[in-house]
């Protein structure tokens, strides 16, 4: 199994443009999650789903998007880069049921920086 | 919203050494979780804890969900070069639209010297 995968690895953006992070997971999770890891602040939950067509914001939502039309896939997109939204961004999955809910599995991360 | 405190911030330990970090939160949370993250991985989970008072071992690991819900700590033993990386404390807080949403500590980084 290849758990959560994330493209791209690296970005780089100007001000302005869009893109999309790509997330995808074969465990059969419910719960998908995106989080955002800046220097001193640890993960910051960004959006999160808790099934197909389901999504809410988390704790830093503000300047992107997300939507589940599938199980499998969780993509985050940013419409307006900003240089603030320079950082490692990791998507994660878990079940919805005991045990192992809450247990979530990362994915190895994509860098963006925006200049 | 919920915060969490972890310390230290940093350590820098010879290796064979014992390290000890715990987190504390100003409110409860149902579950504790510890991570670990290499440089260029995503962070991978090292202990689970469900229940207020439970101290859990995996290997060389071990640790304790707080009597109070408020806190956690992760205790390593011995400490090998391979135990360097940034090492997480997660929680999830009471209540049903706390459902699976996590909560981190800032992170410890971990320095072994050999």
């Known amino acids: 199994n290849a758990g959560v995968t994330q493209t791209p690895k690296f970005q780089v953006l100007k001000t302005g443009q869009s893109m999309t992070l790509q997330c995808a997971q074969d465990?059969?999770?419910?719960?998908m999650s995106w989080y955002r890891q800046d220097p001193g602040m640890g993960l910051r939950l960004i959006h999160y789903s808790v099934g197909a067509g389901i999504t809410d914001q988390g704790e830093v939502p503000n300047g992107y998007n997300v939507s589940r039309s599938t199980t499998e896939d969780f993509p985050l997109r940013l419409l307006s880069a900003a240089p603030s939204q320079t950082s490692v961004y990791f998507c994660?999955?878990?079940?919805?049921?005991?045990?192992?809910?809450?247990?979530?599995?990362f994915g190895a991360g994509s860098r963006l920086t925006v200049l | 919203g919920q915060q969490l405190n972890q310390s230290p911030q940093s350590m820098f330990i010879q290796e064979g050494e014992d390290v000890s970090m715990n987190c504390t939160s100003s409110s409860i949370f149902n579950t504790w979780l510890w991570y670990k993250q290499d440089p260029g991985e995503g962070p991978v989970l090292l202990i689970a804890l469900y229940k207020a008072g439970e101290l859990t071992s995996n290997g060389r690991l071990t640790a304790q969900f707080g009597i109070t819900r408020k806190d956690s700590f992760l205790n390593i033993s011995a400490s090998i070069p391979s135990d360097v990386g940034i090492y997480f404390c997660a929680g999830q807080g009471a209540g049903g639209t706390s459902y699976g949403k996590l909560t981190f500590g800032q992170g410890t980084i971990l320095t072994v010297h050999p």
């Open positions: 994660a999955s878990s079940y919805s049921g005991r045990p192992g809910a809450n247990v979530l599995t």
């Open positions: 465990m059969n999770h419910e719960y």
